[in-house]
């Protein structure tokens, strides 16, 4: 049999591993996951009898060398910064490898040995990023492959809670990981390009420079910039475009009341505050407002902030509990952000029934003939349960189907690569319309840079 190894069994695991244990038989597979947790690896596989699941440490050099030799191609689903160890191995043993994560400098610095070696490296197969490159690079061939001019792409992307599902005032809720929530946007400006204009957002404004979106058949939302756009004018083709936008989708007036805590420095996590379990969550907002032997906590944050009572804005913090002088925070020297995830996975975690949904929006500006026009294309997809999420979907079935063409040979191209060829992406988009991820596209008006569409 073939033998895959998964490393990880985390939550956005679920259908990467239904998909190849259901292709199993039909494709001779062995499926191996490993993980720290036993558990997390077994309640993954469900005693399927062409699957093992065995406890692995990736920081155990022999556990994870010994696994890796034992496989014919190797998936990591761990966090990116854990990356690099399991790739060294996957070249000093000739196995080929797959990941959702960002490629970083050092599998970058791979490239060379994966190359002479004749190993596929295959990187950001996931969701955002993943399903993004494949289905901006789909039409953005199609436009190249027609003379036409690229003068605008612009990509949003955002993990949200299904309308039906949706039930507090911040219209979100935890459907990813908390933490990076929490630091979104932090570690350096986001730059895009706006007209050959180049623009920098430092942290501090990010959440009050939104653009609006309205997706069809689902309304209106808001978008802030990802933290480098950039970049992936090379990596596109798109060197000399014009504007170039990647962004983050959340439902409007988000953005409005998370630069709140920001301004704060609740979402600060360079520090820890001492005897933070002692605090309540009171105490924990004050410690960021002026002293004032009169005013309320609630007066001092309106006051700071400029929040009128009327304002819907001041309901939706209310609503965290953050005033609470009874609850307190859990956490021994924490810092502000460990802090703010805790108050708020209080209210934002997904409850049984609740099911996420997916939202990705490109926009495609080009000339042709000296005349302008515009595509966009959307995707909705929502999640089955709180196994099946849309995002375990779109993160793991990209990853599954690229691993599988890679083994069967029809992804062949060596090197530590994106999915940004047509051998890769033609067969993995077609593929995933049969799970029912599939995108809208319709031509609109050439808007081109539309000051009407940007808050702040």
Known sequence: MRKILIIGAGRSCSSLIKYLLDKSAQENLHITIGDVSIENAKNQINNH??????????FNAA???DAIKNADIVISMLPARFHIEVAKDCVTHNKHMVTASYVSDEMKALDTEVKEKGLVFMNEIGLDPG???MSAMQIIDKIHDEGAKMLLFESFTGGLVAPESDTNLWNYKFTWNPRNVVLAGQGGAAMFIQENTYKYIPYHKLFRRTEFLNIDGYGKFEGYANRDSLKYRSIYNLENVPTMYRGTIRKVGFSRAWNVFVQLGMTDDSYTIEDSKNLSYRDFTNLFLAYSPTDSVELKFRSYLKIDQDDVMWDKFLELDIFNADKKVSLSNATP????????????????ADKDMIVMHHKFGYELNNERYQIESSMVIKGDDQTYTAMAK???LPVAMATLRILNGDITTPGVQLPITKEVYAPILKELEDYGITFVEK???YLGYNPETIKG
């Open 49 to 58: 009898k062409n699957a093992t699941a065995v406890v692995l440490d990736v």
């Open 63 to 65: 556990q994870r060398v």
């Open 131 to 133: 399903i993004d490159h």
């Open 337 to 352: 952000a460990q802090i703010l995830q805790e108050i708020l996975s209080e209210k934002w975690t997904l409850e049984a």
């Open 394 to 396: 779109t993160v793991g």
């Open 443 to 445: 031509k609109v008006p």
